[in-house]
């Protein structure tokens, strides 16, 4: 077999290591020299891409970063020469059942609760995929469940990949400048249940019509499940409780109210439950439950401000999700824009000012029609001019609702920076 890896950073590296331990043939393409330099036992290109390196190649495995209409991928279609994503080609390598987890917001969070909730079920689960840990990697062990979170990066170059068993959080438009079109991105997530039959349970969020429709459209067998009601057949909240298969538990008990939180936690407890967790596991995972970090994050509160890091909402429907769960905001928005619409965000009654940063600055103040708006250069100045803005009762909120590599080297640098920017301005005061 000889294979052609595109991307040299961790999907990549990890299909590489694979490809080498079944012995194949391979060479890796990156655009960057740099991503290759310490690969120098193998075939390797930069540069611009050239179609000739595709001379002999049985498969192309693709990394997440190459978007779909870039010039490797198109040129290997083309050709006619078989494209996997490196979701596909571990898990034709991997014996442990799999729980594929997916959707526009929420899948780190739900795949850290699934791993934990069977973990504490005394069995051994490993979380990989998108979360950080290449699933090529986890060839070779023995865990007793593996959970995947996939993005629709990952989805889109699927083959004879099947769950056994698949969570469908939410759909909304995110990754246009990859995928190029909403529809594109729907089938890319819809890809999760694209192999699957009436034996292969499909948590969905009942209550998102895009998750729905795929689900309907779907051969699985359906689990629906909701942060806001509990549907009949399904599962999730109903009459201040978290409804649950086999658990029974008082919202009380729960330390989170919002709805998006309580989806995830009831797709999270679903989907465990399924995959054999005990419902004492589930019940203290849940109870135990803190926000994935950088995820609408209490930096601190001064003066009757509360200032909260969601630097991960990278997409509007994240943004506006976080904007909807505070009634008065003084909002950091901004970055790079992934060909969405913004304007939702600044729009949303909630948010009463607005601080915009990054290459999508304009556009963020050009859409605040009727709210004070202030350009900012920097993290520091924006959240300078936000303490400014901000009075009794608001809540500063980073939820930018962009990509951050126009400024920052990831959501996490760019949540640190406002942290530490918040704590330099507030406990320096």
Same mark, same amino acid.
């Given at each position: 077999?000889?294979?052609?890896?595109?991307?040299?950073?961790?999907?990549?590296?990890?299909?590489?290591?694979?490809?080498?331990?079944?012995?194949?043939?391979?060479?890796?393409?990156?655009?960057? $020299?740099?991503?290759?330099?310490?690969? =120098?036992?193998?075939?390797?290109? /930069?540069?611009?891409?050239?179609?000739?390196?595709?001379?002999?190649?049985?498969?192309?495995?693709?990394?997440?970063?190459?978007?779909?209409?870039?010039?490797?991928?198109?040129?290997?279609?083309?050709a006619g020469v078989?494209?996997?994503?490196?979701?596909?080609?571990?898990?034709?390598?991997? =014996?442990?059942?799999?729980?594929?987890?997916? &959707?526009?917001?929420?899948?780190?969070?739900? %795949?850290?609760?699934?791993? /934990?909730?069977?973990?504490?079920?005394?069995?051994?689960?490993?979380?990989?995929?998108?979360?950080?840990?290449?699933?090529?990697?986890?060839?070779?062990? %023995?865990?007793?469940?593996?959970? #995947?979170?996939?993005?629709?990066? *990952?989805?889109?170059?699927?083959?004879?990949?099947?769950?056994?068993?698949?969570?469908?959080?939410?759909?909304?438009?995110?990754?246009?400048? +990859?995928? *190029?079109?909403?529809?594109?991105?729907? *089938?890319?997530?819809?890809?999760?249940?694209?192999?699957?039959?009436?034996?292969?349970?499909?948590?969905?969020?009942?209550?998102?019509?895009?998750?729905?429709? #795929?689900?309907?459209?779907?051969?699985?067998?359906?689990?629906?499940?909701?942060?806001?009601?509990?549907?009949?057949?399904?599962?999730?909240?109903?009459?201040?409780?978290?409804?649950?298969? &086999?658990?029974?538990?008082?919202?009380?008990?729960?330390?989170?109210?919002?709805?998006?939180?309580?989806?995830?936690?009831?797709?999270?407890?679903?989907?465990?439950?399924?995959?054999?967790?005990? %419902?004492?596991?589930?019940?203290?995972?849940?109870?135990?439950?803190?926000?994935?970090?950088?995820?609408?994050?209490?930096?601190?509160? +001064?003066?009757?401000?509360? +200032?909260?890091?969601? =630097?991960?909402?990278?997409?509007?429907? =994240?943004?506006?999700?976080?904007?909807?769960?505070? $009634?008065?905001?003084? @909002?950091?928005?901004?970055?790079?824009n992934k060909a @969405?619409?913004l304007a939702p965000?600044?729009?949303?009654?909630?948010?009463?000012?607005?601080?915009?940063?990054?290459?999508?600055? /304009?556009?963020?103040?050009?859409?605040?029609?009727?709210?004070?708006?202030?350009?900012?250069?920097?993290?520091?100045?924006?959240?300078?001019?936000?303490?400014?803005?901000?009075?009794?009762?608001?809540?500063?909120?980073?939820?930018?609702?962009?990509?951050?590599?126009?400024?920052?080297?990831?959501?996490?640098?760019? &949540?640190?920076?406002?942290?530490?920017?918040?704590?330099?301005?507030?406990?320096?005061?």
């Amino acid at each position: 077999m000889r294979m052609l890896v595109l991307g040299g950073a961790v999907s990549g590296r990890g299909a590489v290591r694979l490809a080498e331990r079944l012995g194949y043939e391979v060479a890796v393409y990156d655009r960057d $020299p740099a991503a290759l330099a310490d690969l =120098s036992n193998l075939p390797t290109f /930069d540069s611009e891409w050239r179609p000739e390196w595709l001379s002999g190649i049985d498969v192309v495995v693709t990394s997440p970063g190459i978007p779909e209409h870039s010039a490797p991928i198109t040129s290997a279609l083309s050709a006619g020469v078989t494209v996997w994503g490196e979701l596909e080609f571990a898990a034709r390598h991997l =014996s442990a059942p799999i729980v594929a987890i997916t &959707g526009t917001n929420g899948k780190t969070t739900v %795949t850290t609760l699934v791993a /934990d909730m069977l973990n504490a079920s005394g069995l051994q689960a490993t979380a990989a995929g998108n979360i950080g840990t290449a699933l090529a990697d986890i060839v070779g062990s %023995t865990p007793d469940v593996i959970v #995947v979170e996939a993005s629709s990066f *990952q989805l889109r170059f699927i083959d004879s990949f099947t769950p056994d068993l698949a969570v469908l959080l939410n759909i909304a438009p995110d990754h246009l400048d +990859w995928h *190029q079109t909403f529809d594109n991105y729907r *089938q890319a997530k819809a890809n999760i249940v694209r192999n699957v039959g009436p034996e292969v349970p499909l948590v969905f969020d009942v209550d998102d019509s895009e998750a729905s429709l #795929v689900a309907g459209r779907s051969r699985a067998r359906l689990v629906p499940v909701s942060g806001k009601a509990r549907t009949d057949g399904g599962w999730g909240v109903e009459g201040g409780r978290l409804l649950l298969n &086999g658990l029974d538990l008082s919202l009380d008990e729960v330390p989170v109210g919002d709805p998006s939180f309580l989806l995830d936690l009831a797709a999270a407890g679903a989907a465990a439950l399924l995959a054999g967790a005990n %419902t004492a596991a589930v019940r203290d995972v849940i109870t135990a439950f803190e926000p994935v970090r950088h995820r609408r994050t209490i930096v601190g509160t +001064w003066r009757d401000v509360m +200032w909260i890091d969601d =630097s991960k909402a990278t997409n509007p429907h =994240s943004a506006l999700a976080a904007v909807a769960a505070y $009634p008065s905001v003084v @909002l950091i928005a901004g970055g790079r824009n992934k060909a @969405l619409d913004l304007a939702p965000i600044v729009r949303h009654p909630n948010v009463r000012s607005v601080v915009a940063i990054g290459e999508a600055a /304009d556009e963020i103040i050009g859409a605040a029609l009727h709210i004070p708006s202030v350009r900012a250069s920097s993290m520091s100045e924006a959240v300078a001019v936000a303490a400014s803005m901000a009075g009794s009762g608001d809540a500063v909120l980073l939820a930018p609702g962009c990509a951050s590599f126009d400024m920052f080297d990831s959501y996490a640098h760019r &949540g640190e920076v406002f942290r530490q920017a918040v704590l330099e301005l507030e406990e320096g005061e």
